[in-house]
């Protein structure tokens, strides 16, 4: 099984005939009347303005009044206003226009719960719950530019919530559902949230996690939030503070009573803010990433469409939670192209290795969208169970989150898929909007790559000198701005421009480390801010990696630097090991041979310590810069997105032990 990155000749899938002539990319190359991929990304990133006009009309994304002008520019590339002069309430164009395209009655979303529940939505009723839902919330008092925190599972009331939210002309503040009482704080008192929507309990595993207890835990520390609606997720007890929280039965009704008059769009402005996304930072209070009505949806649609091809009535699943940027881009997207999106609350893994298998083939699920780390979970337990589930109506894979490794890549391609299912790989971030770098139904796909970037986005890779480079790690930079980047930081525009824009003058400083091969394909090598640098040598810590997890007993492996006299830095690797691997010094001197063959001896670990699991968030990233403070003993800093605090305390001990 390869596991080099510089097999760069291995093309892994080619697109045929029929799979070209539907893509919708097709269809938007043709309507531009242009003639390839590359002619059309060529003319997206020399006319940004031009694109983006395309790309709203293939979207049929209705303006009242119409934009005067695509983009402005006046403030400088950090701060362009797109869709000047343009009204647009972003909710409308996922829900009213679907009423008169004769869509109403075809499916909006499917929801399966962990226990086996599901239940289903068409695009009528679903624009008939946001209409009372938006009423309900006007009923309560809550208007125009009020921030409203969702902290729900992935279920049919989150995308209600959020659509609703949109609506109104508030602001979405989505919270991971696993949050704890002082993360759901601090982002609700930074952006002042007047309402929150949690759940009485969500099950993972079996066990029910009491999410209002952890909310009315969180609320007390709010001064400004006066509302609270609960979903009735399992049935649990709880209990309501009267004057404060009403159950979301309450408030529907309360939308019914109160007349379509209460459940109108808004009027809002393209640039109006429409949700706040929190990352977290290596320090200080974590990153409220705005955006806009006419920002955040319309790249997510664009890349939906153009990437994982999505269209009217094709299913999407993906894993993810609201809270990650991936669950809000999963329901505005299909929502705007008319497809059926299909959520999944729960452990993918229980109450067995096949429940994602089987959860795809029992809905007909056409795109599945998966991380690596979850791929790298479900291989351990092989492919015995793949054959019993029919996974025919799968047309490709969606990937994001992290660097893949090239095993688990090969796995999901030739057990899973059985090399007929493209991976689309996909990487940008939350203050992107979506992707830079992205797979297409149209370009061949190498292991782990990118065969190109997103159209209208202008990447490059530069040295440390600001210079353009290829076949050789660079920092992944963009040098146009695009419609989906961030409307800046809450309330934090100096931090904004100091993040992304101060490296280099009007360039964006993405923050990865690439490099570009000899075809064209880019190969995402982990963060800048992640490399190593040993005895003079530059290397990604996915590239020792993938290395470590080739070895048949390693489930997973994180690698990181620290200071050394004389190399400047060392290699720390900590690896997971399968089932009935058991730890020992021949297990050790194996891993870092392996890694000396493949790299040079410089490169090899200086130490290989075993864990039983590594740091990693809710979307399942490796937090490479906790696992470094942790064995070095220093301040970690932001933690709240970390779905696993214990494991610091073993790297700890494992630094301590060793």
Same mark, same amino acid.
């Given at each position: 099984?390869?596991?080099?990155?510089?097999?760069?000749?291995?093309?892994?899938?080619?697109?045929?005939?029929?799979?070209?002539?539907?893509?919708?990319?097709?269809?938007?190359?043709?309507?531009?009347?242009?003639?390839?991929?590359?002619?059309?990304?060529?003319?997206?990133?020399?006319?940004?303005?031009?694109?983006?006009?395309?790309?709203?009309?293939?979207?049929?994304?209705?303006?009242?009044?119409?934009?005067?002008?695509?983009?402005?520019?006046?403030?400088?590339?950090?701060?362009?206003?797109?869709?000047?002069?343009?009204?647009?309430?972003?909710?409308?164009?996922?829900?009213?226009?679907?009423?008169?395209?004769?869509?109403?009655?075809?499916?909006?979303?499917?929801?399966?719960?962990?226990?086996?529940?599901?239940?289903?939505?068409?695009?009528?009723?679903?624009?008939?719950?946001?209409?009372?839902?938006?009423?309900?919330?006007?009923?309560?008092?809550?208007?125009?530019?009020?921030?409203?925190?969702?902290?729900?599972?992935?279920?049919?009331?989150?995308?209600?919530?959020?659509?609703?939210?949109?609506?109104?002309?508030?602001?979405?503040?989505?919270?991971?559902?696993?949050?704890?009482?002082?993360?759901?704080?601090?982002?609700?008192?930074?952006?002042?949230?007047?309402?929150?929507?949690?759940?009485?309990?969500?099950?993972?595993?079996?066990?029910?996690?009491?999410?209002?207890?952890?909310?009315?835990?969180?609320?007390?520390?709010?001064?400004?939030?006066?509302?609270?609606?609960?979903?009735?997720?399992?049935?649990?007890?709880?209990?309501?503070?009267?004057?404060?929280?009403?159950?979301?039965?309450?408030?529907?009704?309360?939308?019914?009573?109160?007349?379509?008059?209460?459940?109108?769009?808004?009027?809002?402005?393209?640039?109006?803010?429409?949700?706040?996304?929190?990352? +977290? $930072?290596? #320090?200080?209070?974590?990153? =409220? *990433? %705005?955006?806009?009505?006419?920002?955040? @949806?319309? &790249?997510?649609?664009?890349?939906?469409?153009?990437?994982?091809?999505?269209?009217?009535?094709?299913?999407?699943?993906?894993?993810?939670?609201?809270?990650?940027?991936?669950?809000?881009?999963?329901?505005?997207?299909?929502?705007?192209?008319?497809?059926?999106?299909?959520?999944?609350?729960?452990?993918?893994?229980?109450?067995?290795?096949?429940?994602?298998?089987?959860?795809?083939?029992?809905?007909?699920?056409?795109?599945?969208?998966?991380?690596?780390?979850?791929?790298?979970?479900?291989?351990?337990?092989?492919?015995?169970?793949?054959?019993?589930?029919?996974?025919?109506?799968?047309?490709?894979?969606?990937?994001?989150?992290?660097?893949?490794?090239?095993?688990?890549?090969?796995?999901?391609?030739?057990?899973?898929?059985?090399?007929?299912?493209?991976?689309?790989?996909? +990487? $940008?971030? #939350?203050?992107?909007?979506? =992707? *830079? %770098?992205?797979?297409?139904?149209?370009? @061949?796909? &190498?292991?782990?790559?990118?065969?190109?970037?997103?159209?209208?986005?202008?990447?490059?890779?530069?040295?440390?000198?600001?210079?353009?480079?290829?076949?050789?790690?660079?920092?992944?930079?963009?040098?146009?701005?695009?419609?989906?980047?961030?409307?800046?930081?809450?309330?934090?525009?100096?931090?904004?421009?100091?993040?992304?824009?101060?490296?280099?003058?009007?360039?964006?400083?993405?923050?990865?480390?690439?490099?570009?091969?000899?075809?064209?394909?880019?190969?995402?090598?982990?963060?800048?801010?992640?490399?190593?640098?040993?005895?003079?040598?530059?290397?990604?810590?996915?590239?020792?990696?993938?290395?470590?997890?080739?070895?048949?007993?390693?489930?997973?492996?994180?690698?990181?630097?620290?200071?050394?006299?004389?190399?400047?830095?060392?290699?720390?690797?900590?690896?997971?090991?399968?089932?009935?691997? =058991?730890?020992?010094?021949?297990?050790?001197?194996?891993?870092?041979?392996?890694?000396?063959?493949?790299?040079?001896?410089?490169?090899?670990?200086?130490?290989?310590?075993?864990?039983?699991?590594?740091?990693?968030?809710?979307?399942?990233?490796?937090?490479?810069?906790?696992?470094?403070?942790?064995?070095?003993?220093?301040?970690?800093?932001?933690?709240?997105?970390?779905?696993?605090?214990?494991?610091?305390?073993?790297?700890?001990?494992?630094?301590?032990?060793?």
């Amino acid at each position: 099984m390869p596991n080099d990155f510089d097999r760069d000749d291995l093309v892994a899938w080619q697109p045929d005939d029929e799979v070209r002539a539907r893509a919708q990319l097709t269809r938007f190359i043709s309507a531009c009347e242009l003639d390839s991929f590359a002619s059309l990304y060529q003319r997206s990133i020399e006319d940004v303005a031009w694109f983006t006009e395309q790309l709203l009309r293939f979207l049929k994304i209705e303006f009242n009044p119409p934009y005067s002008q695509v983009v402005d520019l006046s403030r400088g590339v950090e701060w362009p206003s797109w869709c000047v002069d343009g009204g647009l309430n972003i909710s409308t164009s996922c829900l009213d226009r679907f009423l008169k395209d004769g869509l109403a009655d075809e499916l909006a979303l499917i929801w399966e719960g962990e226990e086996g529940l599901v239940r289903t939505l068409t695009y009528r009723e679903l624009h008939c719950e946001v209409e009372r839902c938006t009423a309900g919330l006007r009923a309560l008092e809550l208007q125009k530019g009020d921030a409203i925190g969702i902290h729900l599972p992935m279920m049919p009331e989150t995308v209600i919530a959020l659509l609703a939210c949109a609506r109104l002309g508030a602001i979405a503040v989505p919270l991971f559902s696993g949050y704890g009482p002082a993360a759901i704080a601090t982002r609700l008192n930074d952006v002042g949230a007047k309402a929150l929507f949690t759940c009485d309990a969500f099950p993972r595993r079996g066990t029910l996690i009491p999410a209002k207890v952890t909310a009315d835990a969180a609320v007390v520390r709010c001064p400004e939030l006066t509302s609270v609606i609960v979903v009735r997720r399992t049935g649990s007890e709880i209990s309501l503070v009267a004057g404060r929280d009403l159950e979301w039965e309450v408030l529907i009704a309360a939308g019914e009573r109160v007349g379509k008059e209460s459940s109108i769009a808004e009027a809002t402005q393209a640039e109006d803010p429409l949700i706040v996304l929190y990352t +977290s $930072g290596t #320090t200080g209070r974590p990153k =409220g *990433i %705005l955006h806009s009505h006419c920002g955040f @949806p319309i &790249k997510s649609a664009q890349d939906m469409a153009f990437g994982t091809d999505v269209g009217a009535g094709t299913r999407i699943a993906w894993i993810t939670d609201i809270g990650w940027m991936m669950g809000p881009w999963l329901i505005y997207g299909a929502t705007l192209l008319g497809a059926t999106m299909v959520l999944y609350d729960g452990a993918p893994d229980y109450p067995g290795p096949d429940r994602l298998w089987a959860f795809a083939a029992t809905h007909g699920v056409n795109v599945l969208g998966v991380s690596p780390t979850l791929i790298r979970a479900l291989a351990t337990h092989g492919e015995e169970k793949l054959s019993v589930h029919d996974l025919s109506q799968l047309r490709c894979f969606g990937s994001t989150g992290e660097p893949w490794n090239p095993g688990p890549w090969w796995w999901l391609f030739e057990k899973v898929g059985q090399r007929k299912v493209p991976i689309i790989n996909y +990487s $940008g971030g #939350t203050e992107i909007s979506g =992707g *830079i %770098l992205m797979g297409n139904p149209l370009l @061949p796909l &190498k292991p782990c790559s990118f065969p190109a970037p997103c159209p209208g986005i202008a990447a490059d890779v530069f040295d440390n000198d600001g210079n353009p480079v290829r076949g050789v790690v660079g920092e992944l930079v963009i040098r146009k701005p695009w419609i989906g980047m961030a409307r800046g930081f809450w309330k934090d525009s100096e931090r904004y421009v100091e993040t992304y824009w101060s490296r280099w003058p009007e360039i964006w400083a993405h923050g990865d480390w690439v490099k570009i091969d000899r075809d064209g394909h880019w190969f995402i090598l982990g963060r800048s801010d992640d490399t190593l640098k040993v005895a003079g040598k530059r290397v990604g810590p996915a590239e020792i990696e993938s290395i470590l997890v080739g070895h048949r007993d390693v489930a997973e492996a994180a690698v990181i630097g620290v200071p050394d006299e004389v190399k400047g830095n060392a290699i720390i690797g900590f690896c997971v090991l399968i089932a009935g691997a =058991g730890c020992s010094t021949e297990l050790t001197n194996a891993l870092q041979s392996l890694v000396a063959a493949e790299l040079g001896k410089p490169l090899a670990p200086e130490k290989i310590l075993f864990v039983s699991t590594l740091p990693r968030t809710r979307n399942g990233k490796v937090m490479r810069r906790l696992i470094r403070a942790a064995y070095l003993g220093e301040e970690a800093g932001d933690i709240t997105a970390l779905e696993n605090p214990v494991s610091l305390e073993a790297i700890r001990q494992a630094a301590l032990d060793n």
